[in-house]
């Protein structure tokens, strides 16, 4: 496999991902928005979670750069396959923790979360994704 079809692969798999974390919440405000709040208690706390959730990507991404940092060094050499496989792995674990302020927010919909702490928490996640695209450089 070259490095284009490999740099074409991980580009769509960030576009999967990118579509799995915000899915939830359009989906579920489309069918469930206008709907009677459950629990507006909640709404505060769910939306802290929310924000709070954001660091869980700080280890997350630290470990995607050292594999980034790691590829860049393995190009054109015996282990650059080794390389992009360990990259897209630890890319996969960091787009978990880019997805968790919008799956956050979409459980936080049934409390009745405001529409702007809603877009806060979806922007967050949208933000943290960008954080995950392949350099050019890494071409």
């Known amino acids: 496999m070259t490095r284009a079809e490999v740099r074409?692969?991980?580009?769509?798999?960030?576009?999967?991902?990118?579509?799995?974390?915000?899915?939830p919440l359009f989906?579920?405000?489309?069918?469930?928005g206008s709907s009677q709040v459950l629990g507006s208690v909640m709404e505060m706390p769910l939306f802290i979670a929310g924000m709070a959730s954001m660091f869980v990507s700080l280890p997350l991404f630290s470990a995607y750069k050292h594999a980034l940092i790691a590829t860049e060094a393995a190009l054109d050499g015996e282990h650059e396959r080794e390389a992009w496989l360990e990259l897209a792995r630890q890319r996969r674990k960091g787009f978990l923790?880019?997805?968790?302020?919008?799956?956050?927010a979409a459980i936080a919909l049934f409390s009745g979360l405001n529409a702007v702490a809603l877009i806060l928490l979806s922007l967050s996640s949208v933000v943290l994704f960008c954080l995950y695209r392949i350099p050019r450089q890494l071409g």
């Open 27 to 32: 989906f579920l405000n489309v069918l469930f």
């Open 97 to 104: 923790g880019a997805g968790l302020p919008a799956w956050i």
């Open 8 to 23: 074409r692969r991980l580009a769509l798999e960030w576009w999967r991902w990118f579509g799995f974390a915000l899915a």
